[in-house]
């Protein structure tokens, strides 16, 4: 069988399989699941185009790992065969334990981390294909010498960032946020085994800065994509609840076995009860069919949130730099109450606040390094000419019903 | 409430809505719902960007429509503000009336064509809208007086066709089918009544014509996807025909009401039971359930289909320009069956063929009219030096699942 | 010397020097000089953005050679280092004879072809460079027995072609007339020494050839453009007659060789005399010099159509599909004597005709040959679904000031 | 006459002309001339694609005032007619006065200033329009009541700036320094008769900064462009030296008016003998004749720059932070000297150095002006999370003949 596919790629043009295990891991039903999990959750509901999935982000990774081993050997860094192919598996499957709408689903219904699922399905996959997986999961782990490697899957300038950040403005059509990801790939080197950046390439990176903090405040932490996620958190937990307490309607099977049991990390490593093929079953679908399926559901609280999140009639939410006080809550509350007068109300699930944070840029721990044309490496932070103004940033919001108290 | 909402889009940046009207009619739950309907059904499977939905395509038309609106009334064409709303209604309702993966649904759920129920979705929401879109309704339906209006939403050159076509190879990166709509629609023209394209626009109307039928090959007849579609029919018939026999389990409540009942054009004016509603709920989350429930049914044909549209396994199809012989087929049936002896096979399920036409242009009924530079009219096709020659190809295929023989 | 230079190119992004002898007949006065003359003459008063020079367009006819010869070596295609090197050296090299603004040069002041002039150059590059010439000259001549290496240089899709209509519609501005290049690059391959098209790429080519027709009528032909080099060759006659007559102010030395002498390509062949070297001095320096340096000129005639030039005050053109009537242009005569009758005029350098032809495809000599999938050559003209209508379109035009009789 | 023509153009696609007057002026023999004064100088020796007029930047900065004054009005900023047309002359004469290759020619020929030269045209222009420029020249001088309209032509966020940095990134090839010209503008606005930058403008304009700075560092002070600039003025300089001491070959008429004569600002004033009018003949063709014509000048040191400058020998430089010892100088110097034994040789003509300086961002004077979404402007340096490190960079440089002493 040819396994020399070419997808069509909107962002990228093609994007060419390079190895024979490529083809074959992505044929196998665990990464074909990606399809069906969107890798923005509800962002499409601000951003129409945002429907691209995981399984288009991990082959868009691969594809920007290919590119990036090509530019460090042509620089003289040695990269054997065997370790391209591992570098290049292990960020097909970086992100193969994610869920459906994971923001969502990791703080409610699984309590692993979605790092910690990938690692799982790495290994059952190695089991799968007799062990080629193992300098990929050494790689994966950062248990493997040649540490540039591992940054190229997990750093501040790693090919998933690099993807995902040109891939999700692409969708979004927010194009302020594109990146020039193929110059940054160009600039890349390795120094003392760790990966660098080429001093001409520091425009590049700066832009980059740039527009990774604009992905965050207009598409990662958009208002509209907030309320609607916090939505589906909210439902899915009175959905839990409900559950708890007897009601069975309106729940899929895959989705009310994670509502029966408590999984945690040891559960998926019992065998025999297979959690890992269990949660291989979730995606989208179920979800969404979740909320399909309890428009109509007697529960006012539950119907009230499904109907929302089916007809995208989302909450207000507020945003502001400090927490929301206790007595404007209140206030809100007793609008909501008296609004829904007719209704039995949990108030919890309808008015609730939260907080949000990002940093532009940290010079603790892992700064990106910059290759000197003298041949010395900085920190970009210490670089002349190049502004870093290290800041975090907290933004805490409030959630309520889009009520008109003098419509009643 | 501020209904000047903008929409960002990949394909065109920013799409504003021009109307109030407009919003609301966005807003309704109706067309909300085309948000959970691929434009293109399976197509993904080979380009996995091809996500868009039906909601994304009837925005684009609209923002074409406004364009065009603008192009023309430049040019002294008299459009007053009731007819420009009139035609934007009409154009971002004209595709309302699609279900999920309407190809498939068409012929087998369904008898009545999304034409005749996106009129009854239009005439349902005049009701709700107490009658602002009885212009849009004549429109629609070529009742009203200025012609040109309804070819913008219906016609060789159609605000439907140019967003498609322009937004279908933008998401599957089939970047050779990208179509010079602005300069198309900058040439735009009224004469007598009908639209008409300026002289000057010609070359790009026969790289339209060039870019329509790739498209054609490449997009809308690709091999895989005639594949994946077929197969989905062939599971959905065959579920009907468990259904029909008495089967219950892995059918959602929506879809089932379609199995039990025969609806036709007349079921859908009786208001009682109410089926246009009914038909609101389907979208494609009903669709892959039905997929996803049924991939361990008992039924051999039916979780084989299931499996196979789940997981990617997608059925061999050839493809030639005459019909497939008998003698071809029997020999292909029984190297299946004999593959799949030890299970129960319903052969007509598994081994299938069929045929697909497209014409790349067609000199009869309305051509594309050009207005020369001396303000004559002509039919494209008399226009020298510019090589139309109409042609109409069919193409028959034959699908199969993938087996190998010697395997087993 | 670090020869591996890498060029920035707004129409490829980056072009790199694939052979260091590139590098160094780059570096030669002759190759150097093409930067002081530009690709499209006057066409820059139409289009603004046309101040490409035929420097630009050789490196960008080289850039496509090398993908060309990569893609078909990545398909089995054998074609040694040297042969790989000739081919470059030959496209880098094809257009070198070309002098300033050679539809007008070539008509009056030049005797001999940019075809000749090129091979003229070639031979004396390849004594500069020792013989390292010899195959580039071969391939050049159709001397070699891989034709196909001769038909990238020279014939229906050849990488000149490519590259200029690319960069021609690029700098232009009329975007429509892009071609996709790299598409069209990509399907080629060789078949019995000939290069051929695979059948995928048949759209391409369809839509390469309508936008070869649009710049034809658009650019290459445009009206203006028309007149503006039918105006610099009167210019150029006008002060040529003057020089014969004993007038030397206002003449240029390099140019002044060039009308005290009839050069003709035995001249060019003289040694001693060295006419190449004369011929290579020359440059759109020399031209618009001359222009400069008349404005003020005795003659009217020359005067007037200097200034003409200079501050573009062009002449009128009519353009229509027969010839002009003797008559109507005897009117046009009279008008203009009218209007000057101050003056002495020289009727014929400011009323005249002329005629210009294009043909979109022809089907005599060679033929664009397509690989069908089964492996089967045909020429594109009998490919089904694919339509080309071969066609001869001649376009008569007559030029004179732009004059209000009114005024006077 | 049709004055509705439209340009077309690579940067922004079609350049429309808004008023009559303008059609006119653009028609004028002295906006004529700036069809032949590239925009940036040599700069094509390094990036071949940079051969961009001042012509076409002036048409790009109208285009982009036209949509600035859109933008603000659609605000509900009041600007009328008048206001309109004066910003829109103003903004296409802002450049009307530079001569050819100013930066070598205002240190060398001319002692006036572009600014002041523009000044000029624009009242001479004013006299030959009978007053129709008054209100361009108060706008353009900053007399005049709104002063954003002045900050639109001069400022941190003018139409000039925005349109050179975009349109040089683009020919020059240096995509990175591209910059969002479209979302700038759509978020300018006024507040206390002052041009401000709305909120949500402030990654763009982060990104703007960026650019801007790159563009400093890549092509306007790039070594290469500088070393061709210098070896320039050089030349210009010792052919005026030569001037001065009898030498007349080789020098133009236009040019050597010139050299005989010290033109400054008052001499420019002076109707009777037309300084003025003698500017506007001069342009890049009589500098680059003047070079051609001294390539075999008698003087060694002006036909060895001569000969470099047309053939692209440029001379070596070198660069730093700190000023290059005189130790190291005449080390250089005497190195030439050596090498050059046979010839006379001017030192001070072939080794030289100077300083460039460029600042990031000024918090000193005119700052960005941010418009918050409360409604409060701050200065763009006290927005929180977007950073600016105002910096001021100086480099010097040491230029000298690329000479090979082992060669001797």
Not at 277 to 297: G, M, P, Q, R, S
Request: proline share 2%; net charge neutral; glycine share 6%.
């Amino acid at each position: 069988m040819n396994k020399k596919k070419i997808f069509n790629d909107p962002v990228y043009g093609f994007i060419a399989i390079p190895y024979e295990i490529i083809f074959d891991l992505i044929e196998h039903p665990y990464f074909q699941r990606l399809r069906r999990i969107k890798q923005l959750g509800l962002t499409h509901y601000v951003y129409p185009g945002a429907l691209h999935t995981r399984f288009h982000h991990a082959l868009g990774a691969m594809h920007l790992m290919t590119q990036a081993i090509e530019v460090l050997r042509s620089k003289g860094v040695d990269i054997t065969r065997e370790e391209a192919e591992g570098a290049t598996i292990a960020i097909l499957l970086h992100d193969i334990g994610h869920g459906p709408f994971s923001h969502a689903l990791e703080h409610t219904i699984i309590d692993v981390t979605h790092e910690e699922l990938s690692l799982l399905f790495l290994k059952r996959l190695n089991i799968l294909f007799e062990g080629k997986l193992d300098l990929a999961i050494d790689i994966f782990q950062n248990n493997y010498g040649k540490r540039f490697l591992y940054q190229l899957i997990s750093g501040q300038l790693d090919m998933d960032r690099m993807d995902y950040l040109n891939r999700d403005s692409f969708f979004t059509g927010v194009s302020e946020g594109v990146i020039g990801y193929h110059r940054i790939i160009k600039m890349l080197n390795v120094y003392n085994g760790e990966l660098v950046v080429e001093e001409k390439g520091l425009f590049s990176i700066e832009k980059f800065l740039v527009s990774r903090r604009l992905m965050y405040w207009q598409v990662y932490l958009h208002k509209t994509v907030l309320s609607a996620e916090q939505m589906l958190i909210k439902m899915l937990l009175r959905l839990k609840e409900l559950f708890d307490n007897g009601q069975r309607s309106g729940i899929h099977d895959t989705l009310s076995h994670f509502f029966k049991n408590k999984f945690d990390k040891t559960s998926f490593l019992d065998n025999e009860f297979d959690v890992l093929n269990l949660f291989a079953k979730l995606d989208d679908y179920d979800v969404f069919t979740a909320i399909k399926n309890n428009i109509e559901n007697s529960d006012f609280t539950l119907s009230y949130l499904s109907k929302g999140l089916l007809n995208r009639k989302l909450f207000k939410i507020e945003m502001q730099n400090e927490p929301f006080s206790e007595k404007y809550k209140r206030r809100i509350e007793e609008n909501v109450r008296r609004y829904f007068a007719k209704e039995k109300v949990e108030i919890e699930y309808l008015v609730f606040d939260g907080v949000e944070s990002i940093s532009n840029y940290s010079t603790k721990g892992e700064e990106i390094k910059i290759l000197l044309k003298g041949g010395k490496v900085l920190p970009m932070s210490s670089c002349a000419d190049h502004g870093i103004i290290p800041r975090r940033i907290e933004k805490h919001y409030l959630c309520y019903p889009k009520i008109n108290l003098s419509e009643k």
